[in-house]
């Protein structure tokens, strides 16, 4: 995921519900906590804040939750499985023909950035707070998405080395997960129209 600045004006981050229409209690906590994370940094943002957020005073978080830092482990390494698994589901999905693939990719990342700028605010503020356990978790994650992405890439640049195709997807992550600094300026439809073109543009030149 790219760095990002200020804060994303959004609701609920989707990637974190198990049931978008009822969620957990556990779920809401979580999508409450990436709002704060994300609009203050995680180590200004107290259980107690959290609880209030979701309507329980905050001893009772921890019931859910053995710390602040776990909500924000959980969250991390969530978001991650669910890209790794959702990559590979989605070239699955496509077929054999890597243009396919690629709009499939595409398409699954900008529905991602559209509909979590939170989590990308809190990844690129706050990985570096987790332990080192679990920020190792992050990254190895994130590099088997990262592969999917190669893979694919370099069947339409068969001539590019690993590197150069690595690097391409890194750019399109970059393009794509911007989307916390232009919420609101174009409706959803429209946005997502605009990076994905702009994406398979990046991708395919």
């Not at 830092?69 to 790794?84: G, H, N, P, Q, T």
């Not at 709009?103 to 509909?115: N, P």
């Amino acid at each position: 995921m790219t760095s990002v600045g200020t804060g994303p004006e959004t609701g609920p981050d989707s990637a974190l519900l198990a049931d978008a229409d009822r969620p957990s209690r556990r779920e809401q906590i979580l999508q409450a906590a990436a709002q704060l994370f994300a609009e203050r940094g995680s180590r200004a943002v107290g259980v107690d804040d959290v609880g209030a957020a979701v309507g329980v005073t905050g001893p009772a978080i921890y019931r859910h939750f053995a710390s602040k830092d776990a909500m924000l482990a959980e969250m991390l390494v969530r978001i991650s499985e669910r890209l790794a698994e959702g990559g590979r589901e989605r070239v699955a999905a496509a077929g054999v023909d890597p243009e396919a693939q690629l709009r499939a990719l595409i398409g699954f990342q900008v529905d991602f950035a559209l509909d979590n700028p939170a989590l990308i605010v809190v990844h690129d503020r706050d990985l570096t707070s987790l332990p080192e356990t679990e920020a190792g978790q992050v990254r190895r994650l994130q590099r088997r998405y990262v592969e999917v992405w190669v893979a694919v890439l370099a069947r339409l640049h068969p001539g590019a080395e690993a590197a150069a195709c690595r690097a391409r997807a890194h750019a399109v992550f970059g393009l794509i997960n911007s989307t916390p600094h232009s919420a609101g300026r174009l409706d959803r439809a429209a946005m997502a129209d605009l990076l994905d073109r702009m994406a398979w543009a990046a991708a395919t030149s």
